[in-house]
């Protein structure tokens, strides 16, 4: 299967039917989406689970955890799931899985990539990842994914229990992935925060896409506006 362009941008993920159920009750019908190279684009309500999903050209809903990162994907759980008894180098060391089952022999060099982006995880790459504050425990998640370096980085939820001074931070960091050609998912309840950094946004409501276009234009949209901005724009 041959790799979709769109505009002159490869598709490097295409989601088609998708559809969500929780304890027998469907939250999701039948969702389309995609994703070109190089774009962030937010999805502001649930990761879907079931129906077809095709990266970089090939469906991967068959493949295991370790295919799917062979093949590029990298995810940022909602929860960050990092090793906290392990220093923060070590943590990002067990990201560099892929690189290095390629045969990259200069994979280690991501390091200085990741702590260039981050400049606190290199101030404790010694340092426990347990001890760490909410948000650097939220760049260590993204510094190890970024580790693999991935075709795909899909963030789940990035702002969750974080200062917003810290949401600022980590958001600004996502911006300059995308500038440097990553392709991003952000799955994201923090509208405001990400249609500032999106190109393209999707809004999910009673289980179907009820508003998708250009982040910039959704921002703008009175819908957008009253339901998910509204109180936030009144705070300043």
């Not at 939250?27 to 190279?37: G, H, M």
């Not at 960050?80 to 390629?102: I, K, Q």
């Not at 060099?109 to 650097?136: I, M």
């Amino acid at each position: 299967m041959t790799t979709e362009v769109v505009d002159g941008a490869p598709v490097v993920l295409s989601a088609r039917r998708i559809s969500k159920s929780f304890s027998g009750v469907q939250v999701l019908f039948s969702v389309d989406f995609e994703l070109r190279q190089g774009e962030i684009h937010a999805l502001m309500g649930v990761l879907p689970a079931r129906g077809q999903i095709i990266f970089d050209g090939e469906d991967v809903n068959g493949l295991g955890l370790e295919d799917r990162v062979m093949k590029g994907l990298a995810l940022v759980p909602e929860k960050r799931e990092l090793f906290t008894t392990m220093s923060v180098e070590d943590n990002l060391a067990l990201g560099g899985f892929r690189p290095m089952r390629l045969g990259i022999k200069a994979w280690r060099d991501e390091l200085e990539r990741v702590y260039a982006l981050f400049p606190r995880l290199k101030e404790r790459r010694t340092q426990l990842a347990g001890t760490l504050s909410g948000g650097e425990r939220q760049m260590l998640a993204v510094g190890r994914a970024l580790m693999a370096r991935p075709k795909l980085l899909m963030l789940d939820e990035p702002s969750l229990g974080l200062a917003p001074l810290i949401v600022k931070e980590v958001f600004r960091i996502v911006a300059q992935l995308r500038d440097a050609g990553v392709s991003i998912l952000l799955i994201e309840q923090n509208a405001r925060a990400a249609l500032e950094v999106a190109d393209y946004g999707y809004v999910l409501e009673t289980g179907d896409i009820a508003l998708e276009g250009k982040a910039a234009d959704l921002a703008k949209d009175p819908r957008v506006i009253e339901t998910y901005l509204g109180a936030s724009r009144k705070q300043h």
